[in-house]
DNA sequence: TGTACTGTACTACCTCACATAGTACAGATG
DNA sequence: CATCTGTACTATGTGAGGTAGTACAGTACA
């Protein structure tokens, strides 16, 4: 069986919405929601879920085998890999500090101090490793 | 005299050109590169250094002028507004968060530990601060 | 064997954002 | 007057995103 992944996709957001279910699933595996091995809706499934077209679902799974955090086996269906790393370290931290530059820029104009920007932060960042496999507490 | 804002375009950006330059002129704003009064190239000059059609720098222009960074004067040309917030105290933290939510995001599955993520915000924020107008300390 | 599922690869078409090019107009300055 | 300023148009081209439909190879199961 494939997982349920509780996914929606909203209108109003600006991103394109492959690349809401490339965030939603990489966000998903980050969280531990989805763990190795685990099989993902199909790509026809998943497409009529969310009512868009099964080449839009094709594109995002591409995306996301392309960065190595899903394995494709023809004629069984996608799964989630074993956690690799296929970026260099400078791409990683290339990276790191490209998406880093981006939220300065965009809270330039916004008037929040260092402190105030660097808790939401520590604050978003926690709730994606608190939420283990081993979860389920009270 | 408009001051000589040393901004460049970057073909490899994923950004669209008009944003690179409200992302340019914003930050150095933030930086108080830019003081209220300053005024800006015009728009032919601009799309002239950069060698981009006037258009692109207007759009850039009246984006910054919609979000009350700048203030046109029809005629003169646009100059650096009083610091102000247009935004709602609710959209100012909306936008905090979902720009912090894109960091997330982007980070997820580079592997970083959460200091470390932390640490380069820390250092990219400071950056901006220190850079102030009563500078040139040798 | 046949049927139904899987990912994947196409082609075609539409829409929209972005960028360019050119023109035009009102306000300000000398 | 001429020349600068921002601003507002129209027109055109390009590319990303999305939809629609078709097709094919690999897998599973009755």
């Known amino acids: ?5 509780k996914l929606s996709i909203r209108t109003g957001d600006p991103r394109a919405i492959f690349k809401q279910v490339v965030d939603a699933i990489s966000l998903a595996i ?3 929601e989805l763990e190795e091995g685990d099989k993902l809706p199909s790509v026809r499934a998943l497409a009529m879920q969310l009512s868009v077209n099964p080449n839009t679902i ?6 996301l085998t392309a960065q190595g955090l899903l394995d494709a086996r023809q004629g069984l269906g996608l799964f989630i890999s074993a956690p690799k790393q296929l970026l260099s370290r400078e791409e990683r931290s290339k990276r790191l ?16 101090s260092d402190d105030e920007v660097l808790r939401m932060l520590a604050t978003e960042l926690g709730r994606i490793r608190t939420v283990s496999k081993t979860g389920g507490a009270a």
């Open 1 to 5: 069986m494939s997982k349920p992944l």
């Open 30 to 32: 980050a969280r531990n």
């Open 58 to 63: 094709a594109k995002a799974y591409a995306e």
């Open 97 to 112: 500090r490209a998406a880093v530059q981006r939220l300065v820029n965009d809270v330039a104009h916004l008037h929040y």
